[in-house]
C-alpha cells in the first residue's frame, strides 16, 4: 500500500469521532484524501477527536447511521469514490445493557450504509468494518478462518454477525457485476495504541488508573483487572487500519479481492489478559518520568460477570496471502507505542497531534 493511491480520493468515513475513526482519517488526510467524517458526538471525555486537533481539516457531520435520510444525504453530497464504515455500539457488556440499540446500530445502520452504496453511483470500494468476534466460538485453540460459521454468542458479537450477513446479501444481489462497488468486510481482533478512552476495555482502565494516581500526586496506581485469564490476539490500532486501506486499494484495481478478511497479530501476540497489564506495567514503569506514579494491578475477578469468550483467535492466512498485508508490530512495540502517547497525553497533550504523526510515519515507513 502506498499513501499516494489516496492523494485527491474522497473517502467517506462512518464513526470518524471514535478511536479507529480519528485514527483512520489522520492518516487520510495526511495521505493527501480529501475526507467526510459522519458519526455522532464523540463518545468519550476525554476524546481522541479533540486531542488529535483536526478541525478544519476535514467534512465534519454529525449524524447517526439509524437515520437513513440523513446518511443518503451526506453521500449524494459528497460523492465518495472509497466508502470505510467504522461506525458501531462496539462494547460488549453496552450490549447486554443495550441490546436494541446494538442491533439497531451494528445492522441497521450497516444496511443504511449498504444501501447508500447502492445508490451513489460514485463509489467504487467499501470496506465494512466487523470484528473477530463474529465467529461462533468454541474455545479452539487454533485460529478462526473466514469459511467458520457466523454465530456471535452476546448480542454485540450476534449483532456484528449479522451486519456480515447483510453485506454477503447485498454483494450477492447488488454488488456482484464489473460496474459494481467491490465491497468487503474486514474482521480484526482487540487493538490498543493511544487515544483509547472506552469503558470496559483493558488498556483504557489501565490510563484511567494512572491518570487518577498522576492527579491526586500519588506515587503509584493501581490497576483493576476483572478477567485476567482472558486470552485475546491484540495489535496496535495502526495494524487493522493499513490492512483496511490496503484491501480498499486491492479491489479498486482488481474487484477480485472483494471478499471477507480476518485481521489479526501472529500467534506470539496472542496473549491473555493479565500478561497484557503486566507488559503494560512494566513498559510505563521503564519509561515514566519522575513526575508520573508507578503502575501495578491486581485482580478482581467478578463473579457472575456477563459471558465474554475465554479463548478467541484469527487465522489471518487469507488477507496475508492475497492481499499481501502483514502485521508489523510485535506486541512489546505496540505497548511501547502506546505507553509513549498515554504518557505524552498526562503530562503534554497539546504534543498530542506530534506524536500521532511520529507514530503513523514509523508504521508507514
Given at each position: 500500500?502506498?499513501?499516494?493511491?489516496?492523494?485527491?480520493?474522497?473517502?467517506?468515513?462512518?464513526?470518524?469521532?471514535?478511536?479507529?475513526g480519528?485514527?483512520l482519517t489522520?492518516?487520510?488526510?495526511?495521505a493527501?484524501?480529501?475526507?467526510?467524517?459522519?458519526?455522532?458526538?464523540?463518545?468519550?471525555?476525554?476524546?481522541?477527536?479533540?486531542?488529535?486537533?483536526l478541525?478544519?481539516?476535514?467534512?465534519?457531520v454529525?449524524?447517526?447511521?439509524r437515520?437513513?435520510?440523513?446518511?443518503?444525504e451526506?453521500f449524494e453530497?459528497?460523492?465518495?469514490?472509497?466508502?470505510?464504515?467504522?461506525?458501531?455500539q462496539?462494547?460488549v457488556r453496552?450490549?447486554y445493557?443495550?441490546?436494541?440499540?446494538t442491533?439497531?446500530?451494528n445492522v441497521?445502520?450497516?444496511?443504511?450504509?449498504?444501501?447508500?452504496?447502492?445508490l451513489?453511483g460514485?463509489?467504487?470500494?467499501a470496506?465494512?468494518?466487523?470484528?473477530?468476534?463474529?465467529?461462533?466460538?468454541?474455545?479452539?485453540?487454533?485460529?478462526?478462518?473466514?469459511?467458520?460459521p457466523?454465530?456471535?454468542?452476546?448480542?454485540y458479537?450476534n449483532?456484528?454477525?449479522?451486519?456480515?450477513?447483510?453485506?454477503?446479501?447485498?454483494?450477492?444481489s447488488?454488488?456482484?457485476?464489473?460496474d459494481?462497488?467491490?465491497?468487503?468486510?474486514a474482521?480484526?481482533?482487540?487493538?490498543?495504541?493511544?487515544?483509547?478512552?472506552?469503558?470496559?476495555?483493558?488498556?483504557?482502565?489501565?490510563?484511567?488508573?494512572?491518570e487518577?494516581?498522576?492527579?491526586?500526586?500519588e506515587?503509584s496506581?493501581?490497576?483493576?483487572v476483572?478477567?485476567?485469564?482472558?486470552?485475546?490476539p491484540?495489535?496496535?490500532?495502526?495494524?487493522?487500519?493499513s490492512?483496511?486501506?490496503m484491501?480498499?486499494?486491492?479491489?479498486w484495481?482488481d474487484?477480485?479481492?472483494?471478499?471477507?478478511?480476518?485481521?489479526?497479530?501472529?500467534?506470539?501476540d496472542?496473549?491473555?489478559?493479565?500478561?497484557?497489564?503486566?507488559?503494560?506495567?512494566?513498559?510505563?514503569?521503564?519509561?515514566?518520568?519522575?513526575?508520573?506514579?508507578?503502575?501495578?494491578?491486581?485482580?478482581?475477578?467478578?463473579?457472575?460477570a456477563?459471558?465474554?469468550?475465554?479463548?478467541?483467535?484469527?487465522?489471518?492466512?487469507?488477507?496475508?496471502?492475497e492481499?499481501?498485508?502483514?502485521?508489523?508490530?510485535h506486541?512489546q512495540?505496540?505497548?511501547e507505542?502506546?505507553?509513549?502517547?498515554?504518557q505524552?497525553?498526562l503530562?503534554?497533550s497539546?504534543?498530542?497531534?506530534?506524536?500521532?504523526d511520529s507514530?503513523?510515519?514509523?508504521?508507514?515507513?
Amino acid at each position: 500500500m502506498t499513501h499516494s493511491f489516496f492523494k485527491n480520493k474522497r473517502v467517506l468515513i462512518t464513526g470518524h469521532t471514535g478511536f479507529k475513526g480519528i485514527w483512520l482519517t489522520k492518516i487520510l488526510l495526511n495521505a493527501g484524501a480529501s475526507v467526510l467524517g459522519y458519526s455522532l458526538e464523540p463518545p468519550t471525555d476525554p476524546s481522541l477527536f479533540a486531542l488529535a486537533l483536526l478541525h478544519g481539516s476535514f467534512t465534519d457531520v454529525r449524524g447517526d447511521v439509524r437515520d437513513l435520510t440523513h446518511l443518503k444525504e451526506a453521500f449524494e453530497e459528497f460523492q465518495p469514490d472509497i466508502v470505510f464504515h467504522l461506525a458501531a455500539q462496539p462494547i460488549v457488556r453496552e450490549s447486554y445493557r443495550n441490546p436494541v440499540c446494538t442491533y439497531e446500530t451494528n445492522v441497521m445502520g450497516t444496511v443504511n450504509v449498504l444501501e447508500c452504496i447502492r445508490l451513489t453511483g460514485s463509489v467504487r470500494s467499501a470496506v465494512i468494518i466487523t470484528t473477530d468476534k463474529v465467529y461462533r466460538n468454541n474455545e479452539w485453540l487454533w485460529g478462526y478462518r473466514e469459511n467458520e460459521p457466523l454465530d456471535g454468542f452476546d448480542p454485540y458479537s450476534n449483532s456484528k454477525s449479522c451486519a456480515e450477513l447483510a453485506v454477503h446479501s447485498y454483494v450477492n444481489s447488488f454488488f456482484s457485476d464489473d460496474d459494481s462497488p467491490a465491497v468487503s468486510t474486514a474482521r480484526a481482533g482487540n487493538v490498543i495504541g493511544g487515544g483509547d478512552f472506552a469503558a470496559d476495555r483493558i488498556i483504557p482502565d489501565c490510563v484511567r488508573a494512572m491518570e487518577q494516581a498522576y492527579l491526586n500526586g500519588e506515587d503509584s496506581g493501581t490497576i483493576e483487572v476483572r478477567n485476567p485469564y482472558s486470552t485475546r490476539p491484540y495489535q496496535h490500532v495502526l495494524e487493522p487500519l493499513s490492512a483496511y486501506m490496503m484491501i480498499a486499494e486491492k479491489q479498486w484495481d482488481d474487484r477480485k479481492y472483494a471478499g471477507w478478511y480476518n485481521v489479526g497479530p501472529d500467534d506470539c501476540d496472542c496473549l491473555t489478559t493479565g500478561d497484557l497489564v503486566t507488559m503494560f506495567c512494566d513498559t510505563w514503569n521503564q519509561k515514566k518520568t519522575a513526575a508520573l506514579p508507578s503502575a501495578e494491578w491486581m485482580s478482581r475477578a467478578e463473579i457472575n460477570a456477563p459471558h465474554e469468550a475465554n479463548f478467541l483467535k484469527l487465522d489471518s492466512t487469507k488477507i496475508k496471502s492475497e492481499i499481501g498485508w502483514k502485521p508489523k508490530w510485535h506486541i512489546q512495540e505496540c505497548m511501547e507505542e502506546t505507553v509513549d502517547f498515554y504518557q505524552k497525553y498526562l503530562t503534554d497533550s497539546d504534543k498530542i497531534p506530534e506524536i500521532m504523526d511520529s507514530q503513523i510515519d514509523k508504521y508507514f515507513e
